[in-house]
Antibody, heavy 122, light 106 residues
Framework: QITLKESGPTLVKPTQTLTLTCTFS??????????VAWIRQPPGKAPEWLAL???????RYNPSLKNRISITKGTSKDHLVLTLTNTDPEDTATYFC??????????????WGQGTVVTVSS | DIQMTQSPSSLAASVGDRVTITCRAS??????LNWYQQKAGKAPKLLIY???SLQTGVPLRFSGDGSGTDFTLTISGLQPEDFATYYC????????FGQGTKLEIK
């Protein structure tokens, strides 16, 4: 059974760096065809994909955030970290991590965490 | 940058109805299109991947079609639990989501 859970601060001041952790179980990020993504959703808006890391350590980033965002595997095999620098109130959102299944050329997010709410405000 | 446009933005229907939601890409994305369902306060749930493949465990009343720039999600025989917001997501380059279609009870 695949599960994912996000953790991190609920409140961040503008210009600070946001660091979120995704802890997962039920799969290995070393298995071919597997990835983990970060997706966020501002209140009342559509989801926005942020970043994706694959079993082979390859990464993809949303071009609109590429200079501010980083996704890395954690020190243990069951978690990874998202870092977002120079935060702004527009980064206020629910942040989700999700298991990604690579089926041919398309990535789809088939299992999601419950999400963690982050507010950027002074 | 490929834009995804969903229509309608909201839709009212009754239990038992057949409904279709459309997603249009600003340029050819082959079949690199996923559909998700999201209920209030919950994470999105994958329904359809690669435009027409049903995700394991998703009821057969959900179906997807399309290729290139025009895609549809059809729900045949709406059930009470289907009233939710639906998003398309392109898997071609920046994995962008559409703006959503809110399906409400008539």
């Amino acid at each position: 059974q695949i599960t994912l859970k996000e953790s991190g601060p609920t409140l961040v001041k503008p210009t600070q760096t946001l660091t979120l952790t995704c802890t997962f179980s039920g799969f290995s990020l070393s298995t071919s065809g597997v990835g983990v993504a970060w997706i966020r959703q501002p209140p009342g808006k559509a989801p926005e994909w942020l970043a994706l890391i694959y079993w082979d350590d390859a990464t993809r980033y949303n071009p609109s955030l590429k200079n501010r965002i980083s996704i890395t595997k954690g020190t243990s095999k069951d978690h990874l970290v998202l870092t977002l620098t120079n935060t702004d109130p527009e980064d206020t959102a629910t942040y989700f991590c999700a298991h990604a299944e690579v089926r041919g050329p398309i990535d789809s997010f088939d299992m999601w965490g419950q999400g963690t709410v982050v507010t950027v405000s002074s | 940058d490929i834009q995804m446009t969903q229509s309608p933005s909201s839709l009212a229907a009754s239990v038992g109805d057949r409904v279709t939601i459309t997603c249009r890409a600003s340029r050819n994305i082959n079949n690199y299109l996923n559909w998700y369902q999201q209920k209030a306060g919950k994470a999105p749930k994958l329904l359809i991947y690669a435009a027409s493949s049903l995700q394991t465990g998703v009821p057969l009343r959900f179906s997807g079609d399309g290729s290139g720039t025009d895609f549809t999600l059809t729900i045949s025989g709406l059930q009470p639990e289907d009233f939710a917001t639906y998003y398309c997501q392109q898997g071609y380059n920046n994995l962008r989501f559409g703006q959503g279609t809110k399906l409400e009870i008539k």
